[in-house]
Every structure is written in C-alpha cells, then in structure tokens.
C-alpha cells in the first residue's frame, strides 16, 4: 500500500510519500502554488505519479487531546481531498512534529545558528512541513505494525 501524508496548511501543505511494505516514509516537495486549486493540482498529481492508496493528514490535536479551531479546519479539508481523490483518509497525531522537524533540519546543518532569513526561506518553502508530516506518517505505520 502507498501512502501520501499531508500537513495541512493555508499557504503550505508538506506531503510526504511512504511504501507500506518498506514502512519507511520520506519528505517530497510540498505543494506551495498560490492558490488552494493549485495545491489540489499538486497533490493530485502525486497521487496519480505514487500510485497513492491512502491518505493520512496529520491533526492538529491541542496539547491537552481536544480538537480545536485549527483541527476542525483539518476536518473541512479531509472532505475536500475525499471528495475530489476517492481515497480514504486517516488523520493521525501531530502535535510537536513541525517543532522535531525543524530542530532536526537545523541541527544536521554544520552552521549552529542559522540566521533568521535562512529559517524563513525554509519556512516557505514548505521542507519544514514536508520534513514534520513524514515523521508524522513515519509513526503512523510504525502503530499499523507495517503491511501484512
């Protein structure tokens, strides 16, 4: 089973790709076009080019495990992405991802600190969210146990 994870954002949404039978997931470019249309396109286009079975969003559960304004926009999106791909769609936990993304990124650069603009330029970029939703899906099969 392949897998396409999705950090929802207005502005960014990083995608990670994962094969199931490997249980291994991995970072691929996010889908940063200006409009949301666009962004659809783009993971559209992955599905197809991935051969995609299921989709799982990461939720944006609050600290305490109830569902805030942020999750909820999560839920409006998973309609959209199940309207228009057909596929199912699994949320799964995420809160701290982005924060392990990017201390991860930053500390494997051999520049301790990273000035201010080279953050941002990563920010927009969408890695930080690509990077943070294949931790997310990279979770999510390990609690699956992996294909059987």
Do not use: C, W
């Not at 057909?86 to 051999?110: C, H, I, K, P, T």
């Not at 603009?117 to 990563?122: E, G, Q, V, Y």
């Amino acid at each position: 089973m392949n897998y396409l994870g999705i950090d929802y954002g207005h502005r960014r949404i990083g995608l990670a790709y994962a094969d199931g039978a490997l249980g291994v997931a991995v970072p691929i470019p996010a889908a940063v076009e200006p409009t949301l249309n666009g962004r659809l396109e783009h993971i559209g286009l992955e599905i197809k080019r991935r051969k995609i079975d299921k989709i799982v969003i990461g939720y944006p559960y609050n600290m305490d495990g109830s569902v805030g304004e942020k999750a909820r926009e999560v839920d409006e999106f998973v309609e959209i992405l199940t309207e228009r791909f057909g596929l199912e769609v699994d949320r799964a936990d995420e809160r701290l991802s982005s924060f392990q993304a990017e201390s991860d990124y930053f500390a494997m650069n051999s520049k301790p600190k990273k000035s201010l603009s080279a953050r941002l330029k990563h920010r927009k970029s969408g890695d930080i969210d690509s990077r943070a939703i294949a931790l997310v899906l990279g979770e999510y099969l390990i609690s699956k146990g992996g294909e059987k």
